[in-house]
């Protein structure tokens, strides 16, 4: 279970709501499955259908991250159009990472501006998503 205190899923969607209708992006960092830090990382592909971490903000982050005890737990990103559900391109994009077994992947959808779903999701080497159980308080 993937543990986010209330302020961090609140950054999260005003994260996602200030790149509408551009998708954003970003990182969770902690310890043991429970959210330390949240890193906001531009979207470089500056889309409504994909987004692409920041290369530097990205390494920038996980040397932030580490100097602090932290392992990355999660990537984010926001959906505009569409339900908080990873896309064909968000899987390949997950596969090709190298990441995907190691992360959750949170997304926020704002099909309703006045309450975004968030979720999180795994995603396996054969593709398959699962979803995953995520708690905040």
Same mark, same amino acid.
Request: proline share 4%; aromatic share 10%; net charge negative.
């Given at each position: ?47 409504? /259908? ?25 990537? /984010? #990103?926001? #959906?505009? #159009? ?22 959750? /992947? ?32």
């Amino acid at each position: 279970m993937l543990l986010i205190a209330r302020q961090y899923a609140d950054d999260m969607i005003a994260h996602a709501l200030k790149e509408d209708p551009n998708e954003c992006c970003g990182i969770l960092s902690g310890k043991n499955n429970s959210v330390d830090y949240l890193y906001r990382i531009s979207n470089s592909a500056k889309s409504p /259908y994909r987004y692409a971490m920041d290369p530097q903000e990205q390494l920038d982050a996980d040397k932030d991250s580490e100097s602090n005890g932290w392992e990355f737990l999660a990537f /984010y #990103h926001s #959906h505009t #159009h569409s339900e908080a559900y990873p896309s064909s391109t968000d899987v390949n994009m997950a596969l090709q990472s190298g990441y995907y077994l190691d992360v959750y /992947y949170v997304l926020v959808s704002l099909l309703d501006h006045k309450c975004p779903e968030i979720r999180a999701f795994r995603i396996e080497e054969s593709g398959a998503i699962l979803e995953q159980d995520l708690k905040i308080s």
